[in-house]
């Protein structure tokens, strides 16, 4: 699928050739293990690179030069997946064959080498006034999560689950972090992520793979570095808890918010994720799954139900909003949803469904370049060969027998209630 060349140790160029688009797409990734009071210091400094840089000393003289190449978008973002916070930089500019060979992707090249290698700076350190100004912005983007209960209710419970544990930092940090944060120690961030973290480049477009090749090579000379080590999938998915935890909390809302979390041994990396997959869907993961078709539409016991299967920690979340005062009766039924696929009662229309939309899923992603970059780059952590259809056929191979083996494999931990102050009592 992309055709991988390693510039240094510690640094991947992928570089997909394809016609399908009339644009051409890089993504820079910045690899480091997660850690959330640094992941603070990251998450501002993605949001300063992206404000401006040597050449182009604001906001408004950078989305010039941008307009001027033909509405060409440079962003970044911070995240995490699994153990590991990510820093992207992505890019995405018209292919030249359309603007009669205006060297617009050269320039794209130049513009990112100074987003990375040449950085806003006032007497040695990134401006002050930016960086007050971008703390404020993730200060605000943390914030937003307490407005979305849904959110909100998620995140406690997995901090609750798997507290000091990658499932449930924030690839944002916290704002003590980001209130704590300096300029000196926003410059360490930034020399650290250019000469120790991990990096994979990204190429999709119309382009000639030794040309392009040549000129990253030449333009972003990053040294190697050695490999980083990884949590295994035994630290990621954390220890059995023994009893399951029950817990409510109360807020100022309306709304219900149930989350309920069980572990699995099935990860990632595990033989059996395909099957996993395919029991998530069955079970709640699309609108005609167990838990949306019973207890939503039968039973009318929830606003919205489904669940996600977490393969990096090893977790299957049900998420649904309901009436506080049903919460025994919507834990009871959704129970019983996961009892019937453990007893083998699924149907071939719930298999046939759930396999299709999976195949859709995955080939819908594959219809941006953005898209491509995202699922390789996550998936190539299990074979850098990877392809849409080796994904498709693991998928199609699963059948009700080893649906039910899985749901086996999956064990209640935690079912945490936040509701209205006066909806319920305390227990």
Not at 150 to 167: D, F, H
Not at 275 to 287: D, R, S
Not at 354 to 380: C, H, Y
């Amino acid at each position: 699928m992309f055709n991988k060349v390693e510039l240094q140790e510690g640094v991947s160029l992928y570089i997909r050739q394809s016609d399908q688009f009339k644009t051409i797409n890089f993504s820079v990734k910045w690899k480091t293990c997660l850690d959330e009071s640094k992941s603070a210091h990251r998450a501002v400094l993605a949001n300063v690179l992206q404000d401006s840089n040597s050449r182009y000393k604001t906001q408004s003289e950078l989305r010039k030069a941008l307009d001027e190449l033909y509405g060409t978008i440079i962003y970044t973002d911070a995240a995490k997946r699994g153990d590991t916070h990510m820093v992207s930089l992505y890019a995405e500019c018209v292919n030249d064959e359309f603007v009669n060979g205006d060297g617009v992707v050269d320039q794209v090249l130049e513009l990112l080498r100074a987003v990375i290698f040449e950085p806003n700076f006032v007497n040695g350190q990134f401006d002050e006034s930016i960086v007050g100004r971008e703390k404020r912005s993730v200060k605000e983007r943390i914030r937003s999560l307490y407005d979305d209960k849904t959110r909100y209710a998620q995140k406690r419970m997995l901090e609750l689950l798997r507290p000091n544990s990658p499932a449930s930092a924030s690839s944002n940090g916290t704002e003590q972090s980001i209130d704590a944060l300096t300029s000196e120690q926003l410059l360490e961030a930034y020399n650290k992520m250019i000469q120790e973290d991990e990096i994979d480049i990204y190429v999709v477009g119309d382009i000639d793979i030794n040309s392009i090749t040549e000129k990253i090579q030449k333009l972003f000379p990053f040294q190697a570095r050695p490999a980083r080590k990884r949590m295994t999938p035994e630290q990621m998915t954390g220890k059995d808890v023994g009893k399951v935890k029950h817990i409510r909390e109360k807020q100022e809302m309306k709304q219900g918010k149930l989350h309920i979390g069980f572990s699995t041994p099935i990860t990632l990396q595990h033989p059996d994720f395909a099957k996993m997959q395919v029991t998530n869907g069955v079970f709640g993961g699309f609108a005609h799954s167990k838990l949306f078709m019973n207890v939503r539409e039968k039973e009318s016991m929830a606003y919205y139900v489904s669940s996600s299967f977490a393969s990096h920690y090893g977790l299957v979340y049900v998420m649904a909003g309901i009436d506080a005062n049903l919460e025994e009766k919507a834990v009871q039924l959704i129970q019983e949803q996961l009892d019937e696929l453990r007893n083998g009662n699924v149907t071939e229309l719930e298999l046939e469904q759930t396999k299709a939309l999976l195949s859709n899923g995955i080939k819908s992603a594959f219809d941006s370049p953005r898209g491509q970059i995202e699922v390789f780059d996550q998936f190539k952590e299990l074979d850098e060969h990877f392809t849409a259809e080796k994904l498709i056929a693991g998928w199609e191979a699963v059948t009700k027998e080893e649906i039910q083996k899985m749901a086996s494999n999956i064990k209640l931990e935690i079912i945490y209630l936040l509701s209205g102050k006066e909806a319920l009592t305390d227990e």
